[in-house]
Each structure stands twice: as C-alpha cells, then as structure tokens.
C-alpha cells in the first residue's frame, strides 16, 4: 500500500467516523427536539384554562370596577345635595336665630335692669 492510499484510506475512515458522530449528534437534537414540542404541548394545555380563569376575573374586575363607578357617582350626588341642603337651611334659619337670640339677650338685659332699679327704691 503506497501513501497515497493510506491516505485515502485514512481519510475514508476519518470521514466514516465524522458522518457516525454527525448522526449521533443529529438523532440527540431530534429527541430534544420531540421533548421541547411536548414540555410546550404540556405548558399549552395547563395555561389554557389559566388564561380563561385570568379573562374571566378580569371581566369581573371590570364589573366590580363599574358598579363601584357607580357608587362613587351616587355618593358625590348625595354629598352634592346634602351641601346645598345645609346651605339653604343655613341661610334660611340663620337670620330668624340670630333675630332670636338678640330678642332673648336685649330681654335678659332688660329684664336684668329692671330688677335693678326696683331694688334700688
């Protein structure tokens, strides 16, 4: 055997064991790949459910969102009204009581002089 068939002949082989090693290598990223397409497969059908249950709160939180809305709303119209009620009742008893009350003190004091004088004679 000359060198220039050894060296085909080792070429030969070296290129047997390249192919056999690229196959190996090949055949492990195929069973990667088969176990990465069920682990998603797996993770799609316990987060389908999870994303309905999260959609179907999340609904409900917008409901919950809108009749608190609408409870706030009430309340300010309530306050609304309750201020201008105290407001009219203010105006409109504040000058009768003030009216009342100097009655009763020009009363009180003139009740109190004339005891006074009476004491006096």
């Known amino acids: 055997m000359t060198a220039g068939e050894l060296a085909i002949v080792l ?5 047997a064991i390249g192919f056999a090693a690229l196959v190996v290598v090949l055949a492990r990223v195929l069973q990667s ?12 059908s316990e987060t389908g459910p999870l994303l309905t ?19 706030l709303g ?4 309530i306050s609304a009204n309750v201020a201008g009620a105290s407001r009219v009742t203010r105006m409109a008893l ?7 009350v100097a009655l009763a003190s020009g ?11 009476e004491r006096s004679r």
């Open 11 to 15: 070429g030969t082989v070296l290129c």
């Open 33 to 44: 790949l088969r176990e990465l397409q069920a682990e998603v497969a797996r993770l799609r």
């Open 53 to 71: 249950d999260l959609a179907t709160a999340v609904d409900e939180a917008r409901d919950d969102l809108d009749r608190f809305d609408r409870v």
């Open 74 to 77: 009430s309340a300010e119209a």
């Open 94 to 100: 504040s000058t009768p009581v003030i009216k009342t």
């Open 107 to 117: 009363t009180s004091r003139a009740a109190s002089r004339l005891r006074r004088k």
